[in-house]
């Protein structure tokens, strides 16, 4: 029996897992590598984007004697195809990618996607922030196969996963990149294999949210504690988190915990003991656990300076926007 062909194509630490599990099958034969650079540019960031998750899956590919390529300026470069051509694909791999495959790519071979999500719910950008936010009991990843739309194809297997209060979007992105290597390791050796068939995605079903940049992690306090509690782990390390900030300056939040109700207006600071509480919308009062402040200057802000930087959201933006966190 022949053994497919697969090209595989990604980034980050999820995609340098999955190229592994591919180089450690002995039904697959990895036939060649596209990957990307750690900065990049990209359609909602033309001056560009760096890629925190970011892993040398180019690397990895060389050390087995892998052939690969490097994402240039963009999918079409006729280089990029004749590349993946010459490979000769029976199927294809996407996993940590953030651009849309190519149909000309896409003729060469059925090509199949992992995205973070329970498809076809969150299809689309930062699937697991999205969920995270919204106060999800539950998520997961989707292998798919690709077509023309966003996230769309039909499905060739899932992955779930609970998430708990005790959650942050690091330990969430974790337990999904070994759910990713199940998939590969067992669903697509099978539709690799031509012994699995996807099954179309209920359309009644389908969400879709769209991608996050840093300058969408700010905080409004008129929300409930729970909202601004979702919304800080689901943008804690290793992305930019949250902000909340006035004319001092701002802080980045990077862990909250509830700690009671306030009688006071939302976006009241009080010090306790050295640690700010903050009055949330509903009158819920967080405890902000782990924090970093900075002036719109530059450096550290303490005392009244520090409780007047945690005022209701402002319009200040810092260099910090310039560099935009990839959120898969």
């Known amino acids: 029996m022949k053994v497919p062909r697969v090209v595989f194509i990604g980034t980050s630490h999820l995609g340098l897992r999955c190229l592994e599990a591919l180089l450690q ?15 990049f540019r990209i359609s909602y960031r033309p001056e560009g984007v760096r890629n925190v998750l970011y892993a040398n899956v180019a690397g990895a590919a060389a050390a087995h004697g892998v052939p690969s390529m490097i994402l240039g300026e963009r999918m079409t470069e006729p280089a990029l195809l004749d590349a993946v051509s010459g490979w000769s694909p029976d199927v294809m ?5 953030y651009h849309m495959i190519p149909r000309a790519w896409r003729d060469l071979a059925p090509t199949y996607g992992l995205h973070a999500s329970l498809l076809p719910k969150y299809a689309g950008g930062a699937p697991l922030v999205w969920a995270l936010i919204n106060d999800e009991p539950e998520t997961g990843i989707s292998l798919f196969q690709l077509g023309g739309g966003v996230d769309d194809g039909p499905v060739a297997g899932q992955r779930r996963t609970a998430i708990t209060d005790t959650d942050n979007i690091g330990t969430v992105y974790a337990r999904i990149e070994a759910l990713a290597v199940e998939l590969v390791r067992e669903e697509f050796l099978s539709v690799a294999c ?8 209920d359309v009644s079903q389908r969400t879709v949210v769209p991608q996050r940049s840093p300058a969408d992690g700010w905080i409004d306090w008129s929300w409930s504690a729970r909202r601004v509690f979702n919304f800080v782990r689901a943008q804690t390390r290793p992305y930019p988190g949250a902000f909340a900030g006035s004319e001092a300056g701002c802080v980045r939040l990077w862990a909250v915990s509830a700690q009671g109700v306030s009688a006071e207006p939302p976006g009241t600071v009080r010090m306790d003991d050295g640690v700010p509480l903050v009055t949330c919308g509903d009158g819920g009062l967080l405890r902000l656990d782990d924090w970093q402040l900075e002036s719109s200057g530059g450096g550290t802000l303490i005392g009244v300076a520090a409780a007047q930087a945690l005022a209701p959201v402002s ?13 898969r």
């Open 315 to 327: 319009t200040l933006r810092a260099s910090r926007d310039r560099e935009v966190v990839e959120r």
């Open 25 to 39: 099958s002995p039904a697959l034969a990895v036939a060649g590598v596209v990957s990307a650079p750690e900065t």
């Open 93 to 97: 791999l996407v996993a940590g990618w």
């Open 194 to 201: 031509g012994t699995l068939k996807p099954r179309p995605q």
